[in-house]
């Protein structure tokens, strides 16, 4: 069955540094599709990045980065030069073939001060 | 990114009631989902549906659960009759494709049964 594990429950930094967020998740497809979302603080949950298995390099988008490592089954997220804005839940998502919809881990708070 | 909506954001109701909840998701998208998020808690995947029709639906789609979209209008979610542990957010979601595809998720309907 489909996994999803985020092992850090909350992260603080300082405004304009780089947080970094782990993800590790278990699949028996060969091919499958990784995600990460943010939830503000209003609830909504934001599209931020994608990384496909069978794409080598990393994923990047603006200021948000991702650490593939496939033969760990990692997934990690970079997120550099924090705003306070970036303040949020990230959740780490999967899909794959035999997966009905995504399946989510639970989630990193992350809180940027200035 | 594109805009799922979702109306209303909150609603309470007694225990036993109907309640209807509407999605308006993103207009050349195809599949269409609900998950359910208790506070505190991950996403857990619901059902999603394609082409009228439910495609796959988890345990937590329980028989009090229906799911449509007349005539392209809004998706739906009814339950009936509600019972307390159907309190919970719920998140409407599309994609254009499917398992391949990255989900847009709406601001998700804050459901409260008494």
């Known amino acids: 069955a489909q996994k999803v594990t985020q092992t850090q429950t909350s992260i603080s930094v300082m405004e304009k540094t780089t947080v970094t967020m782990d993800c590790v998740y278990e699949t028996r497809d060969s091919s499958y599709f990784l995600f990460w979302y943010k939830q503000t603080a209003s609830g909504e949950i934001v599209f931020l990045i994608r990384?496909?298995?069978?794409?080598?390099e990393n994923a990047t988008e603006g200021h948000y980065s991702l650490n593939f490592q496939k033969p760990k089954s990692s997934i990690g997220l970079i997120i550099t030069a924090t705003q306070i804005e970036d303040s949020a839940v990230y959740f780490c998502?999967?899909?794959?073939?035999?997966?009905?919809?995504?399946?989510f881990g639970l989630g990193t708070r992350v809180s940027v001060f200035p | 990114g594109p805009k799922v909506l979702q109306i209303p954001s909150h609603q309470i109701i007694d225990m036993g009631q109907m309640v209807t909840l509407n999605c308006d998701p993103v207009s050349n998208h195809l599949y269409f989902y609900w998950y359910k998020q208790i506070l505190g808690q991950q996403m857990e995947f619901l059902v999603n549906?394609?082409?009228?029709?439910?495609?796959?639906k988890s345990k937590l789609f329980k028989d009090q659960f229906s799911v449509e979209r007349p005539d392209g209008s809004y998706f739906t979610l009814k339950i009936q009759p509600t019972a307390l542990e159907d309190s919970a957010v719920y998140f409407c979601?599309?994609?254009?494709?499917?398992?391949?595809?990255?989900?847009?998720f709406g601001a998700g309907t804050r459901l409260s049964v008494l």
């Open positions: 998502a999967m899909r794959d073939n035999y997966a009905q919809g995504l399946t």
């Open positions: 979601a599309s994609s254009i494709g499917h398992s391949q595809n990255t989900l847009y």
């Open positions: 990384q496909d298995s069978y794409k080598k």
């Open positions: 549906f394609y082409n009228g029709k439910v495609m796959e």
